[in-house]
């Protein structure tokens, strides 16, 4: 059974920082794309970041230059350190391979950023 469970979400200033974390279970990890998403109150889940197999990244207009990810193929892990945040990022971040599937959608992890 494929799992992915996010962590690292939290209320922050904006400017500030956070680092999500993605763990993966259940799924041959080092052979998907795989992506972080996030929804807002009120909008349509959307694509933040993609990494390949091999460490090759793209990212949403809205969050390049501030948001980094990566993966560790040895441990199942994904991670997105996100710098200079806004409140225009405050959403639940996902984790899912890309393209998404959706049988593998996890619980999410809430980041909200908020003087």
């Known amino acids: 059974q494929v799992q992915f469970v996010e962590s690292g979400g939290g209320l922050v200033q904006p400017g500030g920082s956070l680092g999500l974390s993605c763990a993966a279970s259940?799924?041959?990890?080092?052979?998907?794309?795989m992506g972080w998403y996030r929804q807002a109150p009120g909008k349509q889940r959307e694509l933040v970041a993609v990494?390949?197999?091999?460490?090759?990244?793209n990212y949403a207009d809205s969050v390049k230059g501030r948001f980094t990810i990566s993966r560790d193929n040895a441990k199942n892990t994904m991670t997105l350190q996100m710098n200079s945040l806004n409140p225009e990022d405050t959403a639940l971040y996902y984790c899912?391979?890309?393209?998404?599937?959706?049988?593998?959608w996890g619980q999410g992890t809430q980041v909200t950023v908020s003087s």
């Open positions: 990494i390949s197999s091999g460490g090759i990244t």
């Open positions: 899912n391979v890309f393209p998404t599937n959706s049988n593998y």
């Open positions: 259940g799924i041959f990890f080092r052979l998907y794309v």
